[in-house]
């Protein structure tokens, strides 16, 4: 194939991608279109109606896309992770419109610089207005609030709590001393990343590593690992990516978002290093006035209030709430500022102030309170109505049984005519024997290196082993597997490998599946050894109605009767394969000749995948 006179792309390649750019056009015109249909429904939303998310719906919806995008042959991963992308900024749009502020122009303030995790929050929350928004960056909360208790700034973003460092008490003390009310909420992921100068930089040559002070302190067991390298509080973590650029020191790192990375053009060394892989911080929307969101829409009222000190005032007071069947979502207490020993308390309750039930709750509670003001009533996106629904799976014609279901892992088809064939140790204790097992697996003829077992968390010669397994792997052309034992880590080690395995042990973790349907990634769904086949299909059918149909199953053996051994299930393995792909860990078999006859009769039976497991030697 030619190139241009130019030196360019090949005339193929350049046609391909002027035909790519129509794609994406025709996409965004898409796009477009269905923003301008939203904008229709709003209006009619507007005017009574239904509430504004149905569930029932989106979840009817979803499950519709993801079968036509099947038929197209696209992941149903992809197509619920952009379709939930999608109707979220479509019901923001309407939300906004509900409010009356879709097109005015708004300034908004966030702490931080750009690329802080604030600032990502507002940018998500402001996405579905058509007005002009202004992002500013202050330094602190208290100048922030003070901007828009003075009207510099329309609305700000104030983090409130974090799902792995708790409250931020700054925040309660600043909203009950200044007269702002709460508008709105977002919840903002939290991924920290470890940001350096140069990709090559080796973590054991870091000296100082800077960032927020509750970065750091969410990322301990990750910094415990780096003995000898000192850290530094910053006040913010954006900033502290720009403090190491320009300050060009190698042996200095930051925490902060893979966003403040790029912004500032500096390559990421680590992501997901938190403690807590599902981290989350609240933030609240604060304003100068009060603003009631729509009756419809699903609604929580924040509050902060004393008791009389006397015994039983708190119990009294709570007990008002309950009898009024308002569910408390949160209660807390802080020091009251210039009364030693008494206590302020924050609340949060389901509910909405148009409601004439929450109205007299209020007045009654208030009777039991020497202090109460109520900071706002605001659309919720903790409660359950608010989150996003799953695809409901529609009816599927009942597959033929001449044919094989087949998955996608990597550059492999799991479940066509070849078997396929994952090798690597049971154990390894330096960087040499994860380099000796890839080269091992390869010279067996194996497609995949098996790095799924539990040490892959642990760290060899100062780097985490799942880095080196994963640069083995890549180096030799072997797909990789890798264990999950938890929902982050689902998030953390995607990037990282072909194939998610999770273990039998594991097999109804409703958080584990939840995030495994989610990723982009192939998942090896084990089968505990107790249970049966319509158990084991029934939890990978979870994942599936998640959006992820890349579902292989692992059979690790059932327990023998009456001892704690295990044995292949031949006799299930036919009646699974009809669903999926069947990995058989023939690791279970003692030694080489019940392997070679246990592969045998795996792949009689309809085993598509087969696993050398500590044998892989």
């Known amino acids: 194939m030619s190139s241009d006179e130019s030196g360019g792309a090949p005339e193929g390649l350049a046609a391909l991608r002027a035909a790519l750019d129509g794609v994406d056009r025709s996409i965004l015109e898409g796009l477009a279109a269905r923003r301008d249909l939203v904008a229709r429904v709003g209006e009619l939303k507007a005017g009574g109606g239904k509430v504004v998310r149905d569930t029932e719906r989106e979840s009817a919806l979803l499950g519709k896309l993801v079968a036509v995008g099947e038929d197209l042959g696209l992941d149903p991963w ?136 509750v970065a750091l302190a969410q990322c301990r067991t990750f910094l415990s690992g780096l003995p000898g390298c000192r850290v530094e509080a910053f006040r913010d973590t954006a900033e502290a ?13 930051a925490i902060a978002s893979e966003e403040a990375a790029r912004l500032r053009g500096l390559p990421v060394l680590r992501r997901g290093i938190q403690d807590q892989r599902e981290n989350y911080t609240r933030m609240m929307i604060v304003a100068r006035q009060a603003r009631l969101p729509d009756a419809r829409v699903p609604a929580k009222v924040s509050m902060v209030f004393a008791t009389r000190h006397e015994r039983g005032a708190l119990a009294r007071a709570i007990a008002i709430l309950a009898a009024a069947e308002l569910n408390l979502t949160k209660l807390e207490s802080r020091p009251r500022p210039g009364s030693p020993w008494e206590y302020r308390f924050y609340l949060d309750f389901q509910g909405h102030l148009g409601m004439p039930e929450v109205t007299a709750a209020l007045a009654a509670f208030a009777t039991e309170t020497s202090f109460l003001r109520v900071l706002g009533c605001y659309p919720a996106q903790t409660l359950q109505e608010a989150q996003p629904a799953r695809p409901r799976r529609v009816a599927l014609p009942v597959p033929d049984p001449t044919l094989t279901p087949k998955v996608r892992v990597g550059p492999i088809v799991v479940g066509d005519a070849e078997p396929d064939l994952f090798a690597g140790p049971a154990v390894v204790e330096s960087a040499a024997e994860v380099r000796e097992a890839a080269e091992q697996a390869a010279a067996l003829g194996a ?50 490998a072909d194939l998610l395995v999770i273990d039998g042990a594991r097999m109804e973790d409703a958080s584990l599946l939840r995030a495994a349907s989610r990723a982009d990634a192939a998942i090896a769904l084990g089968r505990a050894p107790s249970a049966d086949v319509a158990a084991w ?23 023998a009767p009456g001892s704690d051994a295990r044995r292949l299930d031949l006799a299930g393995i036919p009646e699974a394969s009809a669903s999926a792909p069947v990995l058989v860990d023939l690791s279970v078999a003692s030694d080489a000749a019940r392997i070679r006859s246990a592969a045998e009769a795996a792949g009689a039976a309809g085993a598509v995948l087969r696993l050398e497991g500590a044998h892989g030697g």
Request: hydrophobic share 45%.
């Open 241 to 253: 990516v720009s403090k190491i650029a320009s300050e060009g020191d190698p042996r200095q790192a």
């Open 447 to 496: 497609d995949g290196l098996w790095g799924a077992f539990l040490e892959v968390h642990r760290r060899v010669e100062g780097r985490l082993l799942v880095d080196l397994l994963h640069e083995a792997a890549s180096a030799r052309g072997l797909v990789l597997a890798l264990p999950v034992s938890h929902a982050g880590d689902v998030q953390a080690f995607a990037p990282r």
């Open 78 to 213: 992809l197509v619920t992770r952009v379709f939930h992308e999608i109707l979220e900024h479509s019901l923001r749009t309407q939300h906004a419109r509900l409010h009356g502020d879709g097109d005015r122009r708004r300034v908004v303030g966030f702490q931080g610089a750009e690329g802080a995790f604030s600032h990502a929050a507002a940018r998500r929350h402001y996405a579905g207005g058509e007005g002009d928004l202004e992002l500013r960056g202050y330094e602190g909360f208290r100048p922030m609030l003070e901007a828009v208790r003075d009207g510099v700034l329309d609305e700000a973003v104030l983090p409130i709590e974090n799902t792995t460092a708790g409250s931020i008490n700054e925040s309660y003390d600043l909203l009950a001393e200044l007269d702002l009310h709460v508008v709105g909420e977002v919840i903002q992921p939290v991924v920290h990343c470890l940001i350096g100068l140069a990709e090559d930089v080796a973590l054991g040559h870091l000296e100082c590593i800077v960032s927020h002070p």
């Open 537 to 559: 299909l029934a939890a990978a059918g979870q994942v599936r109605a998640g959006g992820n149909g890349r579902v292989i199953l692992l059979d690790q053996g059932v327990r």
